[in-house]
């Protein structure tokens, strides 16, 4: 079965720093990977996803995230924050053996600083 | 291109009451639909999800129903509300290939009272 740990449930960063979520994953058979973003009550919104290509995915709003193998991670970064980045971070797993499910990290709420 | 709508967006209701929400989905078929609830300052909770009409599959037993009466829609329920069932409930949906990526509709924010 696999598994999906976001470290920070709360990560809080100057407008113009870098951003940096962190994302591990469990899974025995080869996952993909996924960041959504949540505005506050309104339905999640993929950022991007990795699909075993490229190892380095680029998404949107300036987001990328890196799948790291050997330290099963896929941290999402962005080099400079905005104000418009605060919002809540979901990073989720499927596996192409775990049938129709995609499990879902806990969520990591992003504060951006004037 | 695909798109998913839910109504209603927001609903007050009393304890004891009955609900119904619903998701249609456009611009695709035979899709894979799911009922998440996030309760706040909580994450995503998987309710249901559905591989095909009538194919209901339960995560967490609770108060809730869901069903898919047709192939793009799929309708959570239940016969009595309680105070636990307030939240934001998110219906999704997949489709057919491997990477199971979901894209989600707008939520319904549900406050029982």
């Known amino acids: 079965a696999q598994s999906v740990t976001q470290l920070g449930s709360h990560v809080s960063v100057s407008e113009g720093a870098l951003v940096l979520l962190r994302c591990n994953y469990s899974s025995s058979v080869p996952p993909y990977l996924f960041w959504y973003v949540q505005y506050p009550n309104q339905g999640l919104q993929l950022l991007l996803k990795y699909t075993s290509a490229a190892t380095l995915v680029k998404g949107i709003n300036g987001f990328e995230a890196e799948f790291k193998k050997s330290e099963t991670s896929f941290h999402l970064t962005k080099p400079s924050a905005h104000m418009s980045d605060a919002a809540e971070y979901f990073c989720a797993v499927s596996t192409y053996t775990g049938g129709f499910k995609t499990i879902f990290g806990a969520g990591t709420r992003l504060f951006v600083k004037a | 291109s695909q798109t998913i709508h839910q109504w209603p967006a927001t609903l007050v209701q009393p304890v004891g009451s009955p609900l119904s929400l619903e998701c249609t989905v456009e611009?695709?078929?035979?899709?894979?639909l799911y009922w998440y609830r996030q309760a706040a300052g909580r994450g995503l909770q998987l309710l249901f999800y559905s591989v095909g009409i009538g194919q209901i599959s339960s995560e967490v037993p609770q108060n809730l129903s869901a069903s898919r009466p047709q192939d793009r829609q799929f309708i959570l329920s239940s016969k009595k509300l309680l105070l636990s069932d307030s939240g934001f409930y998110l219906c999704a949906w997949s489709g057919r290939d491997r990477y199971n990526e979901q894209f989600f509709g707008p939520g319904t924010r549900l406050t029982v009272l």
């Open positions: 611009g695709t078929s035979n899709p894979n």
